[in-house]
């Protein structure tokens, strides 16, 4: 029966393995890894996709956590998810891209950012709500050098009051010129 307050475990043997918690106790279930050893270590979440044997390809999903619950009509509804992809799967040069999706408008998660390890630099990358081509880039490289890009139309920093600090805009009148402000 159930021990440590768990109302059931199940589980397969065969075929697809899945193991599924239940609990209709608030902040249960609860799932603790832990390591006790006096050194710097932890204990660990492992995801692995090994091909049965085959290679890794550029895009294959690593690992996936998946952030499900109900709207207000009771349905359930995937409202985000974030997943490990291989960028790079040449030898000696393997690359990560962590993906995250998120749901901006109720017709399902679209790509919002990705975290990337290139071999000389680390880019962050955030798309626009309606999934399209990234819009914003921060890229460090491991020398120290750091470059932004913004490709959308305007940009616009503020500071901790809400007011502007820098400003790009496209002219509506005059296409091709780019009205900029440091304030």
Do not use: C
């Amino acid at each position: 029966g159930p021990t440590n307050g768990w109302q059931y475990l199940t589980g397969s043997t065969t075929g697809a393995k899945i193991i599924t918690f239940t609990s209709a106790v608030t902040t249960k279930p609860l799932l603790i890894i832990q390591n006790t050893n006096s050194d710097a270590t932890s204990g660990e979440f492992l995801f692995e996709n090994t091909k049965d044997g085959g290679a890794g390809a550029t895009n294959d999903v690593l690992g996936k956590i998946t952030f499900k619950g109900q709207d207000s009509g009771s349905n359930g509804f995937t409202y985000g998810f974030m997943q490990g992809e291989i960028q790079n799967h040449t030898n000696n040069q393997e690359q990560l891209r962590l993906s995250y999706y998120l749901n901006q408008g109720g017709s399902g998660p679209v790509r919002a950012m990705d975290l990337i390890g290139y071999h000389t630099y680390t880019a962050l990358r955030l798309y626009p709500r309606d999934g399209g081509s990234e819009a914003f880039s921060f890229i460090m490289a491991e020398n120290g050098d750091s470059s932004i890009t913004f490709t959308g139309d305007d940009l616009r920093i503020y500071d901790k009051n809400n007011d502007a600090i820098f400003v790009h805009e496209n002219a509506v009148a005059a296409p091709g010129v780019h009205a900029t402000t440091i304030i």
